[in-house]
Structures are given as C-alpha cells and as structure tokens.
C-alpha cells in the first residue's frame, strides 16, 4: 500500500428505517494513488457521495458502514477508518489533517456571519495549536492568493454574500487546504457554477494538486469534467462498483452497458433532440410575439444613509428580445449576467426599473405591461406565466404530500373547479411526466431527486400555460435524468404550443432544447440568434470564451510520447 493513499475494500453501507433497509453502498471496492485524480461518475443515487461521506465518517441520520474497510496510508501507518469512533480523537485529527472536503454548494459550508477572513484563520487555528493572529492572518493572504481570489487584504474582511458563487467556492478550498491534505475529496464542486468560473475552478485544484501534491477524489455526473481532469475513473451504479479503469479506457473502449449508457446519454445531449418540433418563424408573420421586452434596465439599490449614498448596481441595461409562442429561447451567460433577474422580470415577479414588457394573448384579446402591472393574489397570469424551479428539494413542501403538492395552483387559481376535476388533471398530468398515480399519496422525501423533479414541472404544467420558465431546473440533473427531463418539456411543448425560456450555463443543454439564444454579459445583451448561429458562428469574445470553456466528454489525441509507450 506504499503508493495508495486510500483503499477502500468491500464496502457496505446502509440507512436504516422503520419500513425497511435501504443499501446505498453495497460491496465497492476501489483504490486511490498518490498525486492522482480519481473520479467517481454515476446517476443520482448511485452511491457517490455516500461512499465519500464513509470515508470521512460524517454519514447523515441512521447511515452506518455494515462491512468492509477504509484503510488509509498516513506516514507509513495502515489505518482503518471503519474501527475508529465518528466523534472519536483519531477521526477528528484524520479530519483536520490528512481528508479534507469541498462539497457542492459552498454557502452550507460557509457561517453567514463571520467573516471569509475569520473562517479561514479557525481551520488554520486547528491545524497549528501555536499559530499566533498575525501569523494567522499572514497564512490567510497566502491561501486567498493561492486559490487565486482578487485583492485579498480587502477580501479577507467580507463576509460570503458579498461574493460571487465561484468566489465563494474558492474561499471553500482555501479551507480545504489550509492543513495541506493528503486527500482532498471534492463531491460535485463545480455543478452550480457557470462554464467559464468552472473552468477556473479545475485548473485551480490541477495547480494545487501539483503544489501540495494531494490526491484528489473527484465526485460527478458531469463526463466533459471527468474527461478534462481525471487520471482513473470509478463507475458506480446502484451502490455498486460496475467498471474501474484508465480515463482513456473508460471513455475509448467501455465495457459495462452501464458505462456505455452514461457514454451515450452525454453524447446525445451535445447535439440537438431529435424529438424537438423546431420552430418555424414563418408562422409569426402578422402576429405579435408573446412576449416583448423593449429596452428593460433593473437597478438594485442597497445601503445608504444620512450622509452616505445607496449602492447601486445595474442588473440589467436596456435589454430587449422577444419569445413567440411554442418558441424554446435560451439564456445563458455568467453568473451575475443577469439571467435570473430577467426572468424574475418577465415573470412580473420583479417589477424592472425603466423599459417595458409585453405580454400578449391574442385569443383572450390580453395585452398587459408586465413592468406596471400589480399583480394579485389569484392573478391569470399565474396560470398562463409558470416557473420551474433549481432545486426541486427547496421548492416542495415536505409536509404536503404529492397530490397536494401538484393539485396547489389548481385550488388556488381555478377555484371553480371541482374536486373529481382536479383529481383527473393531476392523474393526467402525473402520467404525463412518467410517476404512476399511485405515488400521489407519498411524500417528497420517498423521491429520488430526479422523481422530484417530475413533481416540480408537473406543478408548472397543470395550469397548461403559455410560457414556462426553468431557471437552471436541470443543473443539478445527471446526464440520463436531464435528458429525460428536457424530452417532457419538449414533448409536452410539441403537444400544447408552450413557450419555454431555459435560463442556464449549460451550453450543451441550449443545444438540446432550444429555437433560439440570447447572451447576456454584466446585464447587457451581447449576442443574440438562432441556436446554430451563436453556437457555430459566434461574434463576439465573450460569447466564444463561454463556448470554448464548455468542457467536452472526450480525450485530447494522444501525444507522440504516449503512442510509442502505448
């Protein structure tokens, strides 16, 4: 075990409850190098994070390790992480020293009330007993520095949400290395963040690797990633070990049909869907778009005082496009582009500052500016205006069961129907996007977060509206489930005419499903046509970075060097 730092042998894992044993993990066995990057890939549910949370021994609720060993290589010595106590002096200084984690969102790692500052000094406070505060705080520029974060003497005194995503994942990895690991385990850290923030990110862990020269244990669905950074690869399907192997071999010569599906899922999502009914512009001649937005500006104002000015910050500058009906327009851009407050806007959610935004329905003779409008509580334009939420996990009431759950916008918005009506909309609607009408008693804990987000876009759906808004709603999806998400929107758009606006960072979803795409850069418009035209033949130097930084599911050629040894 002198060049493994990390084996895991025959391990099992299980969650308790009162009905029945749930095996999340279930004989895996695999090992991890010194100085390499293993990634493990597999479907929500396959028993990545689960297996990275038993290394660590931070398994949550009743999750305990039934069998088998997690042997650890620390200074020579043979350690098994399965004999020692959670809570025990052992697992604490393994923690603290040689197994550090970044997890995916980094505001639950981070306390909202303390300074970047001060959050770092505590992890380094633990490392080094004797550490004095300007020792301390000279270690913390260097960490800022290091993970490359912009004007850290002024950085280390602000707290999270004064920084961007991507920063505050970095400052979740200054963390991370403070005591310079042996392992780094990374589970899905870069899932929430755009293309190009992504990017950095990996190179950032390919330059720290090399610098502290740790072993990283990277988690993902994301093969374009795994392509672009790893050395071996772990492929996990339903708790087990299914294939293991070189990057190469996993992506060039798979063998498990479990790997070859993985395979061909991401390779369809890189082109356009086959069962979209593309749209014809001809068909607008004569008509108004559904929506319309004319030079749309939002100004975000904040602090201030007697004798102090508000911050202002301009979200969005005279940005104007329009969304015909049954048309699927994408919008992409960085984080803080502006996508998430445009689509707040459209949706009359929050009113803009200046412009206008149109929405017309011809066939009830509507025309309403959605800037001035005062929207009520029983408001049409809920039912013909819907959102598709990110996280399907935040957005569903625990307490509600299934049926209650979709059966919601129906009793508040169509108060006259009746009960045997809404009970028919939701069996219809429920078979439409694939969970059995038998589920409508359960609740959203008995779901897999791909079932769970079925439940989200049949809520959005049942109202049948005219436009649709997913912001990021397929994000956190693997490859296999976000297909099978983007193909019900689509068919249920062939079949109903629906308007979608798919605000994402994920250029290769764009592709997939939309007509159109608009890019947006600090608030602004910078480019905007058909999907083809931006994609293949884009204009302008920020539109070409976003593309250039997507990370492809495929190997780099090999090298002379690696052909003669091949």
């Not at 084996?7 to 999340?24: G, R």
């Not at 969102?105 to 959050?119: K, Y």
Request: charged share 25%; net charge negative; proline share 5%.
């Amino acid at each position: 075990m002198s060049d493994t730092v990390l084996e895991i042998k025959n391990l099992n894992v299980s969650f308790p409850t009162t009905l029945e044993t749930f095996h999340a993990v279930k004989d895996a066995s695999f090992d991890l190098k010194r100085g390499e990057t293993l990634s493990i890939i597999g479907e929500s549910g396959s028993g990545k994070s689960v297996t990275s949370s038993a290394i660590m021994q931070i398994l949550d609720g009743t999750g305990r390790i039934d069998s088998g060993e997690i042997l650890l290589n620390i200074d020579g010595n043979g350690i098994d992480v399965t004999k020692l106590a959670k809570s025990g002096p052992e697992m604490r200084k393994i923690r603290t020293y040689n197994i550090s984690l970044v997890s995916q969102e980094p505001m639950s790692a981070l306390s909202p009330v303390h300074t970047v500052g001060d959050q770092i000094k505590e992890a380094l406070f633990m490392v080094d007993k004797a550490l004095t505060k300007e020792g301390a705080h000279k270690q913390t520029i260097i960490l800022l520095k290091q993970v490359m974060l912009p004007d850290p003497e002024n950085l280390i005194n602000k707290y999270p949400f004064e920084l961007s995503g991507g920063q505050r994942q970095r400052v979740v990895i200054a963390m991370a290395i403070a005591s310079r690991p042996d392992i780094l385990i990374a589970d899905e850290p870069t899932t929430a963040l755009d293309v190009t923030t992504q990017a950095e990110i990996l190179k950032l862990f390919e330059t720290l690797q090399e610098e502290i020269g740790m072993s990283i244990l990277f988690i993902t669905h994301d093969l374009g990633v795994v392509a672009q950074i790893s050395d071996r690869v772990v492929v996990m399907e339903k708790g087990r070990v299914v294939e293991r192997g070189d990057v190469r071999q996993i992506f060039e010569q798979p063998e498990h049909p479990y790997t070859i599906k993985l395979m061909a899922a991401t390779k369809r999502l890189e082109l356009p869907s086959e069962h979209k009914v593309a749209f014809d512009p001809t068909c607008m001649e004569g008509k108004r778009p559904l929506i319309e937005a004319k030079n749309v500006t939002k100004i975000f104002e904040n602090g201030g005082g007697l004798f102090k000015k508000p911050n202002r910050l301009t979200a969005l500058e005279n940005v104007s496009l329009v969304v015909n009906p049954g048309e699927s327009l994408g919008i992409v851009g960085e984080s803080g582009s502006g996508k998430s407050t445009l689509g707040r806007a459209i949706l009359g959610l929050q009113h803009a500052t200046t412009g206008e935004i149109r929405y017309v329905d011809d066939s009830r003779d509507l025309d309403i500016d959605l800037v001035g409008h005062q929207r009520g509580h029983k408001d049409h334009l809920f039912i013909d205006l819907r959102l598709i939420f990110q996280d399907p996990w935040s957005s569903l009431n625990p307490r509600m069961t299934v049926a209650d759950i979709i059966e919601e916008p129906l009793k508040q918005l169509k108060p006259n129907m009746t009960a045997q009506e809404r009970r028919d909309e939701l069996r219809k609607i429920m078979k439409w996007v694939g969970l059995p009408p038998e589920f409508s008693s359960r609740y959203p804990h008995a779901f897999s977060g791909g079932q769970r987000q079925r439940i989200v876009i049949a809520r959005a759906l049942i109202t049948r509206p005219k436009l649709v808004i997913a912001d990021e709603a397929t994000a956190a999806l693997d490859v296999s489930l976000r297909s099978q998400a983007l193909d019900l929107l689509i068919e249920y758009q062939n079949s109903f005419g629906t308007a979608f606006i798919l605000i994402t960072h994920d250029i290769a979803t764009v592709k997939y499903f939309c007509d159109r795409m608009v890019v947006l850069e600090k608030g602004r418009i910078v480019e905007q046509g058909t999907v083809d035209q931006v994609i293949n033949h884009p204009q302008q130097p920020y539109t070409k970075r976003l593309i250039d930084a997507v990370p492809k599911a495929e190997l780099p050629p090999l090298k002379d060097a690696e052909l003669l040894s091949a």
